[in-house]
């Protein structure tokens, strides 16, 4: 009698001894949980992985989708992401997931998957690393002295430094995405901003004009010649097409 109850009370402990040890044994540790970041941009995501022993890992992938059996997706055949993505493995156990010109539908839950001889024992981290990818946007406010904010729709990973345009010059920098321009506005001046390390990704060019004497017509064109002037930076068609739409929004 108390044999057999000694029996049952070790066999219990034994499996829940097994059950604890496996669930601890299995992990995948991300080095974030979310991150922000511009788009156009690159973003690496990576993880660490630990697995019980007497198994045999035979082969690991990221992934966002599943497919009609409910499998995940290799985001590397993924052509969603074709061409855009890159695998990175080194010898300390890291896995490293590449994007490249992010954009904003990338915005999603990005997971680890661990695959093993045993088809029974497969592994997913949850929760992943949730990416949000935002482009900048500048909003200009106030009366003669402006005030600027560079907008996105996260908080930008890594305390990033804005910089500030103005008529295609850069005027400033700040650890804020606010910044008061102390000199009074001109007849007309356009902003930009941008993030340091990602020029080339500024936002459109928001032009804050008079519309009390010239047309529209005028004014693009002279902002044109201005730009062409001084040799903006900021070119072309996205310049163009953003004092179109201030344009037509300031005269409305
Ligand atoms: C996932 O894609 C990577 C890169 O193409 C490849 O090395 C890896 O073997 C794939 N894994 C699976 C399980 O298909």
Redesign the pocket.
Known sequence: MSLRSTGSVSVVFLWYLTVVLGQGDWGVTYSTQSICVLKGSTVELSCTYKYPGGHKVT?T?WFTKYDADGNPV?L??DPDYRGCVM?RSDEKNRHTLIITDLRESDSVEYKFRI?TDQPEWTWVGRPGVTLSVTGLQVEVTGGKMKTLTCRTTCSLTGNPTYIWYKNGQQIDESSSPQYKDPVYSNYEDSYSCSVKGHEDLHSPTVCECLFNTGTLSQIQESQIQESQIQGSQIQGPSRLETLTVSGVEGLV
Request: aromatic fraction near 28%; avoid cysteine; hydrophobic fraction near 15%.
């Open positions: 082969s992938f290799n590397s055949d695998y695959t």
